[in-house]
C-alpha cells in the first residue's frame, strides 16, 4: 500500500463516542443456552460477557451524537458520514440514511462500508481521503447488532459476538494531521472461514479464522508501520480488533509490542466486529492513556478475510481549518 502522500491535506480526531445496549449477556448466562462453561470460555477467548440488544441505526446515533456533542460540531456541518457496519438494519436503504436523519445532519454524503471487522478502521481511511479531497468533517461510526445473526445455542460461535457502537469525528486541519501510514488488505481466498448467508447466522472454521487472523493482523500492521516510517517500539497504544485475547497476545508478540501498550475491551464486550476498534481506543482516550505525541497502531481483521491497519500521531489540540482550536 502507498504511503499517505506528504502533500495531502491533514485531518484530526476531535470527538468520540461509544454506545452499548444495556442487556447483558454473560459466560454463565450462555451455560444454560448451550453446552459451555464460564470458565473456558474465559481462558479460551478473554470474553466475560457481551452486550445484545438495540439497532444498528440507533446504537449508531448515540455514539455519534456524543462524538460530535465532543468535538463541539454542529450537525449541519458534518460533510459525510461513513457508518462501517455488518449487520445493516434493512437491505435497503443504508443504515447511514437512518442514522443522518436521527442525527439531523441536514446536508451531508452518507454510506455504509462493510469490511466486516476491519470496517471501522476501512472507514477512518476514507475518511482522510475524502479530507484529502476538500470534505472538512467527516463523522466515521463503526457499529454492530451481531445477536441478529449470531446462533446463540451454537458454542463454536455463540460464545463470541456482541453488540455496540463506536464513533469518532474527523476533521481537517492545517499541517500534515494525524495520519502517518496505513494498509488496507483482502484475502478473499479465504471468505469460506467466516460467512453468513442472507438471513443465516454465522459459520465459522474456528482454528482457520485463528490461523489467518495472526498472520493478516501481522502482515498489516506491519505495511502500515513500514508506510509510517516507524517500528514497533514507537508505538505507544496499540488498538486491535478485540476477537480473541490470544489472537492478540499471539499478533503483538510476533510485531514486538508488549500487550501492556494494547487497549482491552473484549473481556466486558465480546467481539463487535465494526465496532471494536472505536470501543478500545475510545476507552484508551478516556482513561487518559494517551498524551500528546503518542503514536497509535490501529489494526483490525475480519471476514473476507479483511485487514486494515493505520498509524496515527496523537495530536487532539490541532487547529482545525474553521479556525477552532479543538
Ligand atoms: N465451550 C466449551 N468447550 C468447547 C467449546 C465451547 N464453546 N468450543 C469447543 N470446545 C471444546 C472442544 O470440543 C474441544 O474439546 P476436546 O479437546 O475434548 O475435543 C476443545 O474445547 C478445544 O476445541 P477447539 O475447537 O480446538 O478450541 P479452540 O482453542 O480452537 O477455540 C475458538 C475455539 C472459536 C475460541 C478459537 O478457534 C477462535 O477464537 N478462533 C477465531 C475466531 C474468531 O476470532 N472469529 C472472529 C474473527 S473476526
New binding site residues.
Partial sequence: MPATPSGAKGAVITGWGTALPNKILTNID?ESM????HV??RD??GISQRHVGGTTAGLSAESGRAALQMAGVDPADVDALILATTTPDRTVPASSSTVQNLLGLSSCGAFDLNA??SGWVYALVNAHGLIAMGAQTVLVIGTDTLDRITDYTD???????GNGSGAAVVQACDGPGQMLGWDLDSLGEAESA?FAEVGGFLQ?E?????RR?VRLMVDSATNAMASAGVAADDIALAVP?Q??I??ISASLDRLGIPMERASIVLDRTG?T?SASVPLALAEALDQDRVTDGDLILFVG???G?SAASAVVRWSPHATTNSGDTT
Avoid at 448451550?34 to 462453561?37: E, G, I, L, P
Avoid at 458454542?155 to 459476538?161: E, K, P, S, V, W
Avoid at 474456528?206 to 485463528?210: A, M, N, Q, T
Wanted: hydrophobic share 50%; aromatic share 10%; charged share 20%.
Fill in positions: 450462555l448451550m453446552d459451555t462453561d473456558w470460555i479460551r477467548t466486516a471487522c458454542r463454536n460461535t455463540g460464545i463470541l459476538f467466516l465459522m474456528g482454528k482457520e479464522v485463528f487472523a480488533h476477537a480473541n490470544r489472537i467481539n466486529s481483521f475480519g471476514a478475510m
